[in-house]
């Protein structure tokens, strides 16, 4: 749980740019090892208004906007940072470092984001100076209702909390309560003393789903599947994920999967640019299940042996056979047992980001959400890029016809 709440903390910068957000984790996780301060960041500007707009496209939204209506907190800041470099501080009430902060696109993002929803509640975790909690309050502000609670608490060299949200202007505090403390720790009973949490966006789990949800559910949920694998967990092979996903308009939007054991976190949204990888391998190397194993996987490897084509097989557990296909591990995986949608949504999103595809057996579409029906899946087989695709889906045509 507590590598779990880390990441968390993290949303804020994994939403804009997954990749730098686990970069800070990185250098956070190793600074503290080494007894070294954290090192310092810099977060890259996002597209501000084709992210909103992707999630809302019936809102008008424009940076120009945005800006107009965060100024003069924008101005605020400039001379609280200015203000700072001249204060000398005691060693214990140290500073965090100028840009301890998120870039002001990523500000903006929050503010907007806020404007639209117009939540009940916001739980972050994380606040140093209390930038984009300023963003965040401004726009609960504006809203008229909204109650941030934000979680931190001190670690060396910031051995004080007077800093924690320091730069949170006066006006806006009456809608904040700042919670002291690990986040680990804190965030549970935070979340267990909430009388109200918005349900604007439904969460969809395993443990929760009812066959009636299928038919109210909205456009925008999540998938959270917190333990993908039972059978790897129980015999300890360490092949069991965390998976969370957003679907939105019936395709995921957004995933990110994380291995307890090895710490290993893989992420992808629509927000980032296609990472495609177009190397080949000398062997077809087909990723397949350690516990789920059927007589059509077997028929399906006796239809490849007799194509003559020369192939690998790679056993995974859990949503770690799509992960391997984004980590260049593995070409295909093919898959001719049931799955719900929870197993799949997050690496579906990282395959998706790495240019692999995930396509029904049958009429060969990417594989879709929110279906009216049921929340199993039907077959499907992914491919790690379009040219193993392209490759292989006529090759393999044949077989699939008999499985439809």
Same mark, same amino acid.
């Given at each position: 749980?507590?590598?779990?709440?880390?990441? +968390?903390?993290?949303?804020?910068?994994?939403?804009?740019?997954?990749?730098?957000?686990?970069?800070?984790?990185?250098?956070?996780?190793?600074?503290?090892?080494?007894?070294?301060?954290?090192?310092?960041?810099?977060?890259?500007?996002?597209?501000?208004?084709?992210?909103?707009?992707?999630?809302?496209?019936?809102?008008?939204?424009?940076?120009?906007?945005?800006?107009?209506?965060?100024?003069?907190?924008?101005?605020?800041?400039?001379?609280?940072?200015?203000?700072?470099?001249?204060?000398?501080?005691?060693?214990?009430?140290?500073?965090?470092?100028?840009?301890?902060?998120?870039?002001?696109?990523?500000?903006? #993002?929050?503010?907007?984001?806020?404007?639209?929803?117009?939540?009940?509640?916001?739980?972050?975790?994380?606040?140093?100076?209390?930038?984009?909690?300023?963003?965040?309050?401004?726009?609960?502000?504006?809203?008229?209702?909204?109650?941030?609670?934000?979680?931190?608490?001190?670690?060396?060299?910031?051995?004080?909390?007077?800093?924690?949200?320091?730069?949170?202007?006066?006006?806006?505090?009456?809608?904040?309560?700042?919670?002291?403390?690990?986040?680990?720790?804190?965030?549970?009973?935070?979340?267990?003393?909430?009388?109200?949490?918005?349900?604007?966006?439904?969460?969809?789990?395993?443990?929760?789903?009812?066959?009636?949800?299928?038919?109210?559910?909205?456009?925008?949920?999540?998938?959270?599947?917190?333990?993908?694998?039972?059978?790897?967990?129980?015999?300890?092979?360490?092949? #069991?994920?965390?998976?969370?996903?957003?679907?939105?308009?019936?395709?995921?939007?957004f995933g990110i999967v994380g291995a307890p054991i090895t710490g290993k976190i893989w992420h992808g949204s629509i927000f980032e640019d296609v990472q495609s990888q177009?190397?080949?391998?000398?062997?077809?190397?087909?990723?397949?299940?350690?516990?789920?194993?059927?007589?059509?996987?077997?028929?399906?490897?006796?239809?490849?042996?007799?194509?003559?084509?020369?192939?690998?097989?790679?056993?995974?557990?859990?949503?770690?056979?799509?992960?391997?296909?984004?980590?260049?591990?593995?070409?295909?995986?093919?898959? +001719?047992?049931?799955?719900?949608?929870?197993?799949?949504?997050?690496?579906?999103?990282?395959?998706?980001?790495?240019?692999?595809?995930?396509?029904?057996?049958?009429?060969?579409?990417?594989?879709?959400?929110?279906?009216?029906?049921?929340?199993?899946?039907?077959?499907?087989?992914?491919?790690?890029?379009?040219?193993?695709?392209?490759?292989?889906?006529?090759?393999?045509?044949?077989? #699939?016809?008999?499985?439809?």
């Amino acid at each position: 749980m507590n590598k779990l709440s880390k990441y +968390f903390s993290l949303f804020k910068y994994s939403l804009s740019n997954p990749k730098n957000g686990l970069n800070l984790l990185n250098e956070a996780r190793q600074s503290r090892h080494d007894n070294q301060p954290v090192q310092k960041h810099q977060i890259e500007p996002i597209f501000l208004e084709e992210c909103l707009k992707k999630f809302f496209p019936s809102h008008e939204i424009s940076r120009e906007k945005l800006i107009q209506n965060t100024r003069k907190l924008e101005t605020y800041f400039y001379n609280y940072f200015e203000n700072l470099k001249d204060i000398e501080f005691p060693s214990k009430k140290k500073p965090y470092p100028i840009n301890y902060s998120i870039r002001n696109d990523s500000c903006l #993002f929050l503010y907007g984001l806020c404007r639209i929803l117009k939540p009940d509640v916001i739980v972050e975790t994380g606040v140093a100076y209390g930038l984009s909690s300023s963003y965040i309050l401004k726009a609960l502000q504006e809203n008229g209702k909204g109650i941030l609670y934000s979680i931190d608490g001190t670690f060396r060299p910031w051995e004080s909390s007077d800093m924690i949200g320091n730069a949170i202007p006066s006006e806006l505090r009456n809608q904040w309560k700042l919670v002291l403390g690990s986040s680990s720790e804190k965030l549970i009973e935070v979340l267990n003393s909430l009388e109200k949490i918005s349900k604007d966006i439904s969460i969809i789990s395993e443990e929760t789903f009812s066959e009636d949800l299928i038919k109210s559910l909205d456009q925008t949920y999540w998938l959270v599947d917190p333990l993908d694998g039972t059978k790897e967990f129980i015999n300890k092979t360490g092949e #069991f994920t965390v998976n969370i996903a957003m679907i939105n308009n019936k395709k995921v939007v957004f995933g990110i999967v994380g291995a307890p054991i090895t710490g290993k976190i893989w992420h992808g949204s629509i927000f980032e640019d296609v990472q495609s990888q177009n190397d080949s391998s000398d062997k077809l190397r087909i990723v397949m299940s350690k516990s789920h194993k059927s007589d059509k996987d077997k028929a399906f490897i006796n239809y490849i042996e007799s194509q003559n084509i020369g192939y690998e097989i790679i056993e995974k557990g859990s949503s770690l056979k799509l992960c391997s296909l984004a980590d260049n591990e593995a070409d295909i995986y093919p898959r +001719f047992g049931p799955t719900s949608e929870w197993d799949i949504a997050a690496a579906h999103a990282v395959l998706n980001q790495k240019g692999g595809s995930v396509i029904k057996i049958g009429d060969y579409e990417e594989l879709a959400y929110a279906k009216e029906d049921s929340i199993l899946n039907p077959y499907f087989i992914a491919f790690r890029n379009d040219s193993i695709k392209s490759d292989f889906l006529p090759v393999l045509g044949d077989f #699939f016809k008999k499985l439809v």
